[in-house]
């Protein structure tokens, strides 16, 4: 079992950068399969980026590539969410997930733990 904390949130002007960190106790860390979500009000968690156990082999949503970079330290056992240029649309709270399974790095369904979340607001 995995306990996950994400930290790094906070409000940004349109163009801004922030880096979210999502800290795990467990010393199985480096065995999970790691993503981070988002989740805006009124609408459904979506997926938003995702990284291998070794952190080589990353996926990212349409709506972030090319803004975003999901990392990983296995030694900290901290997952990290590195976004640019942000938005007003990616205002949402954003949640870390860890899972076992080997498929369906996006899917919401297939993580096993989450996070509480921490929340993003950028303005215009």
């Known amino acids: 079992q995995v306990q996950l904390v994400e930290s790094g949130g906070g409000l940004v002007q349109a163009g801004g950068s922030l880096r979210l960190s999502c800290a795990a106790s467990?010393?199985?860390?480096?065995?999970?399969?790691l993503g981070w979500f988002r989740q805006a009000p009124g609408k459904e968690r979506e997926f938003v980026a995702g990284?291998?156990?070794?952190?080589?082999?990353?996926s990212y949503s349409d709506s972030v590539k090319g803004r975003a970079t999901i990392s990983r330290d296995n030694a900290k056992n901290t997952v990290y969410l590195q976004m640019n240029s942000l938005k007003p649309e990616d205002t949402a709270v954003y949640y870390c997930?860890?899972?076992?399974?080997?498929?369906?790095?996006?899917?919401?369904?297939?993580?096993?733990?989450w996070g509480q979340g921490t929340q993003v607001t950028v303005s215009s």
């Open positions: 997930a860890a899972k076992n399974s080997a498929f369906g790095i996006s899917r919401v369904a297939l993580y096993d733990y």
């Open positions: 467990g010393r199985t860390f480096s065995s999970y399969r």
């Open positions: 990284i291998s156990r070794s952190g080589e082999s990353t």
